[in-house]
T-cell receptor, first 115, second 115 residues
Framework: DSGVTQTPKHLITATGQRVTLRCSPR?????VYWYQQSLDQGLQFLIQ???????AKGNILERFSAQQFPDLHSELNLSSLELGDSALYFC??????????????FGPGTRLTVT | AQTVTQSQPEMSVQEAETVTLSCTYD???????LFWYKQPPSRQMILVIRQEAYKQQNATENRFSVNFQKAAKSFSLKISDSQLGDAAMYFC????????????FGKGTHLIIQP
């Protein structure tokens, strides 16, 4: 158990809908990262937050957005869902941000299925 | 942009034998970190080993060791005394030393352990 929690574990929804994925980082970790794992694209970095502020953006679509709240939990919002958004979404956390070889600890993921 | 290449989609090894997984990367940065993650059938992402680019000494964690060749931009993972529990997808990942903090992953190598 990495100490990172994600809810829900599974989510099934229809095209065009909007969903929210939730992540709670390890106690003491200030950075939260979101990743998408799909058969087509592999593992892709989406976005990073550090202590409530956006720090880095990866291959995140405009239909997707995220935020980190004062208690450091984070939410990833996916809207106007398409079949291709079906994937495993991981949240990871680390104690700090670059520089430094801080480990990123991954949560168990949320499996999103868009039908 | 950085890229990570894992040229072996699948590898097979006999239990108790040694196997080496290959990874190459492309970057123009001098400060960066490299990681190997393991993803068993449970889909949990588990950090196996990390290497700081500024360190010449290869990292070792119990039965896992790396061969880091900075000039060749190569970062292979050696697993000694392979065990059935080592069966998993293995991902090589890159992270910049500063600025953007997200991990760039390779496409993974599926490791099969033959009893």
């Amino acid at each position: 158990d990495s100490g990172v929690t994600q809810t829900p574990k599974h989510l099934i929804t229809a095209t065009g809908q909007r969903v929210t994925l939730r992540c709670s980082p390890r106690s003491g970790d200030l950075s939260v990262y979101w990743y998408q794992q799909s058969l087509d694209q592999g593992l892709q970095f989406l976005i990073q937050y550090y202590n409530g502020e956006e720090r880095a953006k990866g291959n995140i679509l405009e239909r997707f957005s995220a935020q980190q709240f004062p208690d450091l939990h984070s939410e990833l919002n996916l809207s106007s869902l398409e079949l291709g958004d079906s994937a495993l979404y991981f949240c990871a956390s680390s104690v700090a941000q670059a520089p430094g070889s801080y480990e990123q600890y991954f949560g168990p993921g949320t499996r999103l299925t868009v039908t | 942009a950085q890229t990570v290449t894992q040229s072996q989609p699948e590898m097979s090894v006999q239990e108790a034998e040694t196997v080496t997984l290959s990874c190459t990367y492309d970057t123009s940065e001098s400060d960066y970190y490299l990681f190997w993650y393991k993803q068993p059938p449970s889909r949990q992402m588990i950090l196996v080993i990390r290497q700081e680019a500024y360190k010449q000494q290869n990292a070792t964690e119990n039965r896992f060791s790396v061969n880091f060749q900075k000039a060749a931009k190569s970062f292979s993972l050696k697993i000694s005394d392979s065990q059935l529990g080592d069966a998993a997808m293995y991902f090589c990942a890159y992270r910049s030393g500063g600025g953007a903090d997200g991990l760039t992953f390779g496409k993974g190598t599926h490791l099969i352990i033959q009893p």
